[in-house]
T-cell receptor, first 113, second 110 residues
Framework: KAGVTQTPRYLIKTRGQQVTLSCSPI?????VSWYQQTPGQGLQFLFE???????NKGNFPGRFSGRQFSNSRSEMNVSTLELGDSALYLC????????????FGSGTQLSVL | GESVGLHLPTLSVQEGDNSIINCAYS??????FIWYKQESGKGPQFIID?????DKRQGQRVTVLLNKTVKHLSLQIAATQPGDSAVYFC?????????FGAGTRLFVKA
């Protein structure tokens, strides 16, 4: 069974631009959650989706948004990029909820210049 | 943001020794706890979990201890091997989200 797939693996953007990251969960998993990982703040929860609905959201500004499609694939978008948005963005899938065992992708490394 | 544990300590152990990694969690209402291992260039990977109705759980070479009185988790790795070198995160769950600790970096010296 294929694992969680995130694309792209690396991304370089400039301030003010927007970016869309993609995540394909493990087949059969319906919950997708997103995390931001930085050396200073560790793993910070962004949001969780189940059946195309956002069920929970972390403490991030509205520039961070996401969605989930009917096939459980998910995207997250960051608009008006800031230097501080440079981070590893990790997607995790689980069967029904993000408060279960999580299966992570390898992440998208975003650099904002 | 929310976090479990606040610092990223480093633990250096000799190959073959036992390792103990500690973690303090924040929410006394949390009832499910997980340890994850993150190797360089990869996402975190599940190691072992424990429910709040237990105080100890053993896996292959790993043991998790839970002390709810002081909101403390520990991960014990027996006979530590070079392949155990990684960052280890404790996590507490509830309310459709998982909250991760800051992590501990484990170095294994050959």
């Amino acid at each position: 069974k294929a694992g969680v797939t995130q694309t792209p693996r690396y991304l370089i953007k400039t301030r003010g631009q927007q970016v869309t990251l993609s995540c394909s969960p493990i087949s059969g998993h319906r919950s997708v959650s997103w995390y931001q990982q930085t050396p200073g703040q560790g793993l910070q929860f962004l949001f969780e989706y189940f059946s195309e609905t956002q069920r929970n959201k972390g403490n991030f500004p509205g520039r961070f948004s996401g969605r989930q499609f009917s096939n459980s694939r998910s995207e997250m978008n960051v608009s008006t990029l800031e230097l501080g948005d440079s981070a590893l963005y990790l997607c995790a899938s689980s069967l029904l909820s993000s408060d279960e065992k999580l299966f992570f992708g390898s992440g998208t490394q975003l650099s904002v210049l | 943001g929310e976090s479990v544990g606040l610092h990223l300590p480093t633990l250096s152990v000799q190959e073959g020794d036992n390792s103990i990694i500690n973690c303090a969690y924040s929410n006394s209402a949390s009832d499910y706890f997980i340890w994850y291992k993150q190797e360089s260039g990869k996402g975190p990977q599940f190691i072992i979990d424990i429910r709040s109705n237990m105080d100890k759980r053993q896996g292959q070479r790993v043991t998790v201890l839970l002390n709810k009185t002081v909101k403390h988790l520990s991960l014990q790795i027996a006979a530590t091997q070079p392949g155990d070198s990684a960052v280890y995160f404790c996590a507490e769950t509830g309310g459709f989200k998982t909250i991760f600790g800051a992590g501990t970096r484990l170095f294994v010296k050959a």
